[in-house]
Every structure is written in C-alpha cells, then in structure tokens.
C-alpha cells in the first residue's frame, strides 16, 4: 500500500459509504485515517506530504464522518469543550471575532505541505491541504466561561486543489466524536448570560451550502469563490501563548516555517481588539467590529456589496458608501430608518438596527447569529452617536 | 481528465448518492457494496435509469434521481448539500417539516414534488407535496437555490420565514406549479416574497400561486429574460412585481385582492435599467386589501402604495400594457409614475445611467369593466405612511365637490418629465388608446402634476381648487397621448430549454 493511488482508492469507497448513516459494521479500518495526513517520507520525493495522483496534482482530501479520522485533536472525550490541537495543528486567535450567538470559538490549522503566502490586507494564502477548523461551545454559565464548556460543532475549511471547501461536523452529547453534517443541523442551546439571565436559543450549525453565504466572493473570472474569512495578517497580528510560549501568531508561523515573505514589522498591519477601549478610538474599534462581522459580504467583491454598494471594509474611505445618509436600495419595511447611517442618532440608522434585530428577514448578518450582541450594537451606536450629526434629509 | 481523476471522482459521488438520504432508522447494512446504489428507506438512489434529461446542459452528463418521503427531512438536507451535478431530487406526496431552509449551490438540479395542493392547504395531501417552514431557524428562507439550469415543480412552499423561493444568479431557471404561501392574511410579519429569483438570466415562472407575502407574491428582478404567465397571485401587498428587469413578457395571470396587483419598476441605486416588458391578457381586479407592508420609518417601496392600486409603472421604459382586464380596483387601474416620485435626488439613480423617468410607455386594447377609481386607499388616506394615495383623493375629492365625478382617471402620470410641468409635449411618450372603457367614461386620462399641486395641497393654507386646476383630465385617443407603437418593437422573449 505504499502507492498513494492505491491506498487512495480503497479509502475513497469505505469513507463514502461510512460517510452517511450510522456505521454499525462499517468502520472505515486504519487505512482511512491518514487521508491527507501529513506523511511526508513514507512515500519519498520531495512533495510526498499530501497523497498524490499519477499526473502529480494533489489528490483531494476525503472528508470522513467521524473528524476523529482526521487526527486534528487530540484524545477524546474533550473536557470543557476544549478541543487540543495535535502536534502538526497550530491553534490561533483573532484579535476581534465574527460574533456568532456568543459561542465560545477555538481555532486552528494544519498546514500539511508548504506554507502560506504572506497577503497585506486578504487572507493568507495557504497551500493545497490546508485544513482550517473552528470549535464553537457554549458554557453554562457565562460568568465562568472556562467551566462546564460544551462544544456543539467543528467547522472544517479545507483548501482543496480545487478550492476552499466547507464542512461541519456536530458533536456527540458525550463529547467523544463529531460527525459530518453536510445538512446542517438546528438545536437548542441554553446558558445563563454574562448578566445571570437564562437564554435559550435556537442554534443554527450551517449546512454546507450556507457556508457560502458568508465565505463566497466574486473572482476576477466573475464567479464565486468560497474563502476564509478570519486568518488575514491584521487578525493574527498579536501575541498569544501556546504550551508556555508566548509569542507573536505571525512569527509564530514563520518560525514554524509555515508562513512565507513575513515583512518587517512596520509593514504588517494590526488589527485591534474592538472591545478594550485602550486599544484604539472608537471609530476604530466600531471599523473593526464592522469589518469583521460584515465586509465578508458589505465589500465591492461581495456578494451584499454589488447590490447594496454598501462597503463596510475597514479600508473603505468612503463615508457615503460606509453608508452614511445613503439610503439601502431596497431594504424592505420596518428597518428603524430612511439611511444606513444617519450620523449622530444610531436610533434613525438601518445598519444598527440591522445588527442589533433578531426579526427574520431584518438582522444581519443574514446567517450565523439568533441573538442580539449586546456589546457590538452598543458599540456601533456609541460610535455613530459620535459622528458630527448631519440632516440626511437635507438637500 | 484522467481515468484516476474520473474513478475518484465516480466512486465519491456513488457513495454519497447512495446514502444521502439514508434516513435515521436506516439500517447500515443495506448501504453495503463498493458503491452500491441501494441505500435504505428513501433518499434512494435509482440506479437501474438515469432520468431523462431535464436540461440540455445534462444531456450528455451523468444523471441521478433521488427520491425522498416525509420524515426524511434531515437525510434531505444532507442530500442537497452533497449533490452531483444533474441530480433530480423526487418528493413523495406528503408533509415535510424543515428547521432550517434548503439551500442548494449546484447546476442541473430539479425538485419535483406530487402537486402544490389547493390555497389554504397547509400540510401534504395524498396527491400534494408541502414543505412547512414554520419552525425553521430565524432569518432563513424556505428554498434558497444559486446555480443554473434550475427546475422546481409541483410543491408548496409554506410559513418561509423570508422568502419562500429565493434563486439568485442563476441562469436558466424553471419555477412551475408551485404554491408559496403563509397561513395568516395581512400578516406584517410574513416572509416578504413568495417566489423571488433575483440576478438572474432566462427566467420562467409558469402555473404557480402565491398567497399572503408581505411584500410581493412572484417577484423578478434584476433579471434578464423573464416569462411569467399563468399564475395566481392573491392576498399579497403587491400580486406581481417586475423590478430593475430587461425582457419581460407576462401573461394570462391573475392579479387579485392584493394591495397593488401587478407592478413594473426601477428603483434607485441598482445597476440594472429594466426595459422592454409587457403585459397582456392579465386580470387584474379587487386588488384593495389594505397595505400591510411594514410602514414605521420604512424606505419600502411598495409599503408606500394605496390599497387599490392595480397597476403601477414606475421608472420603466418601454413597458405594453395590453388586452388586460382591469376591475375595481378602488384607487386607480393604472399609475405611471417618474422614479423621482420616490427618490428625488437624481444622483441616486447614477448606478443604471440616471434611469429615473419612465418613458414609453405603451396602454392599449385593455377592458377596464369599471368599479375603479371611487374609493382611493379605501378611504383610508395617509399624508405620512402614502403621500401618493392622499394626493389622489385631495384631488378627486375636490372634483366631486366641485361637481365632477370624483372617479380617478383610468390612467394617471404624475406629470414630472423633462419639460415644463404644464405643457403638453408628452416627452415621455404615455401612449393610452383604443381601450374598453366603462360606460359613460368620457375622461380617462389624468395628468396630476405631482410637483405643483403638492405644494398647493400640503402648505399652511392649502389651496385644493388651485390644485385641481393645474391637473389635466384628457379622453383617450387625444394628442398628445394618441402615440402608439414602439421602435423597435419589444423584443420576444425566447428561453432555452
């Protein structure tokens, strides 16, 4: 079995048939577990680390039920929902999350072969192979969130030769795998809040399709590509600590030879944590929050952004189409204003009602949130309350 | 593509077919086989056929046919999220319960049901399938498809909590004998639209009913090549609406006890300028349910329409009305409207080329039976929530007292064009001739010159008879709006199979 072709095939037909219903008698053997594994020197050859096909391209990764077949974390069951990276998985954070109904989020990639490409202001450009994953648990009790953590789900981004690909996995009430939901699924999660109150709500674990709809981007070649949206340099650009060592994400990478053409540090942009108020001003904080949370779709390659030419990047300059007194081209009825931002009064202003809503068919983002975040909308309103406060209706 | 390409990919696409819809009591056994295609209750993959090709681009591709039963919702959702290109997903007659919306990016796929049920029918008959939505997760839609050479028939799509049917950059798209509805009228909080392709190219929505969307039953924008023909749209704020589209053609619908019944227009800061849409043999009547769009602090459109309202043409161009019926419809039949009514600061229309004025605008051999124009916004007027609705009734309303009829004009304009508001150079081309019009009609067109008699009508002192004599009330078939014919005619509109 020392041909990757041949081990590649057998893998193939038992992971498809195991990939769906319950696999009573069905266990996939040992064979299915290093799909895609970095194992370079088995086979020799200089790019021996992923499986090969004849031609030399990159045989896709088998995406198994079980991501216990994947060997990203370590042994199971997790405690606390707190999965552990293996040795060849490197556990990351971002300096601001995406809000996603207050889940506690634990990230990670492997990079099998080579390394990612250093981008100034996109995500990095990660190799064939590269598996990205976040974790998202829910504590019971958000006034001591390390304690009684449980995890729910495990996204999977995987950068197939073909392209970045989606996957979720949910886990098991005992913690002790989690299985391929290409469907979705939606569950009620309950906890108590950072204020003691009891919230239930009804969690979504996107299926595989709406994944694209925060992490599709329109190409050069005009179609839609799916991409990551967390790990750009900005995000990364802070210092963590990992089994003791603390150190920067980005040098931590390079110096695991992971990231190439890593700049002088005046050149690597930073991006801030919008909550801590001695990181930046407020129209940064609010700009980042906003570009985190929304310029996945709200920028000129997005797929909100075409229609809505609302652009929300944190490199958008133009306060117009930052949306101050533009009117949505059709936002519907009932969206709190006339204008997106109307400056000075966050009460009159489409986009913080927008984020703040859980009314269908009103809040944003359109996917991944059933709850208000509190502190992100008490954020944006602080900061269009600041604005210098303009008559949009003016002529 | 290599042979080592092809077996990977054949032998992955076997295994996911086979088991995609295994449902939760499947017993694993059964998927047993190196790509064997007999998987368990449903969700089946039918192996010995492939089903005869639904589109031209799946001709000469390899096709799979699923088929599904109610309670097999969870394996579905699996399904779609997995599917091979060119894949028919069968529905048994029944009841399918989701908790989140079906969302499909794929080419080639077609969803069949057994037939869309009867209005009011909420769950799955012996010969209707019915797909409820009315626990799904918060802001999903119920069908939500992105890919070309799309078809779905014979389904009923209820309680979405957006849009029933959303299809968005898709070319190539079949919607047939489907039923979009919720289960409570006049009901803000219904999903906005029924069925809703968007961005898209060759779009075909044929046989279909659409019932209670708080915004439109079938909507088409921003769309390229539309036939929309032979549905029924009831008890919605507006029936049918084509917005920001380029070749339309819409026919033998009914357009019936919704707020507005069926409307053509632009809106400001989208890319697409629509042209080139017609409607004919349509029946559009009794559309005078009260606006139930949301109305505080709304920049909606149609939530700004008086109940009544049977067609408004706002922003086109190169738009045919013709051979409709129109039926009391209390505040006017047909409205044509500059986009400037709505959004007055020409820059915002920058995006389509400062596409704000309608123009060419073609009215001709409709039968108005009459009932309309006697009781605008049903008496219902609002300054604030329907500007347009409260001018129309000062206006008539002056009329009567002053001895006229007091019935809106079968057609009214707002009279903003390029020209000096009073003359009569009809720049924009309003044509309206040769209708059917009710008996003892005499007048039937209304030129109300928005922007002067606004001002007369909203000041401290309003000033009603000034207003209503700086309005023009003409018979049909006198210059200037005895125009007729385009050049060149409207382009037909042809979809590819």
Redesign the interface.
Known sequence: MSHP?RR??PV??L???S????????DAGPDAVDAGRGDAGVDGGVDAGLPR???GGV??L?IPRQLSDLHLFKAVPIVDGQVQPEDDVIPYEMATPLFSDYALKTRSVRIPEGAATWSRDEVLDFPVGTILTKTFSFPADFREPSKNVRAVETRLLVRQPTGWEAYPYVWNAEQTEATF??????MDVSFIDADGGAVTT?Y?VP????C?ECHHVKGEDSE?HLLPIGPKARYLNFETTVKGVKQNQLERFAALGKLTGLPQLSERPKAIDAFDAAHGSLEERARTYLDINCAHCHRPEGTAG??S?LFLDYGNVDRFRLGECK????????????FDIVPGDHT?S?LWFRLQT????K?MP??GR?LSHQEGAHLVAEWIDSLPPKDCRA? | MSLTRKLLAASFTLALAACSGASPTMDAGTGGGAGGGTGGGGGELDAGTMPPAEFSYCESKPRTLLTFAPGQEQAIQDAVNTLEECTTLQFAAGTYTFDNAVTIRQKGITLVGAGKGLKGELTGTATSTVFVFTNAAANTNGVDHVGSWFAIRDLALINAKKDALRIESSTNVRIQKLRTEWAVENATTNGAYGIYPVKSTNVLVEDCEAYNAADAGIYVGQTTYAIVRRNVAKQNVAGIEIENTRFADVYENVAEDNTTGLVVFDLPGNPIAGTDVKVHHNTIKNNNRGNFAGVSASSSTVSQVPAGTGTFIMASRRVEVTNNTYENNNSVDVAVLSGLAIESDPSRWMAAGFNFASADIFVHHNTMVGGSGDNVDNGNVDMTLRPFGALIAALYGTDQAMGGTGIVDTLIWDGIDATAMDNLANDINLCFADNTLPAGVTRSIGDLNFIAVQGMLTGANPDFVAAWNKTGHYAQGVAPFNCGAFSPALAEVVLPQ
């Open positions: 072709l590649a095939l193939l037909v992971l498809g048939l990939a769906c219903g319950p696999s009573a008698g069905m096909l004849p031609d045989a896709p088998v939901a290409p469907g979705g699924r939606v009804q979504l299926s595989k399709n709406q694209q839609q075409e229609t030419q009117r949505p081209g059709s936002a519907g009825s009932d969206v709190g204003g006339e009159q489409i859980t009314e269908s068919g809040m359109l996917i059933a002529p």
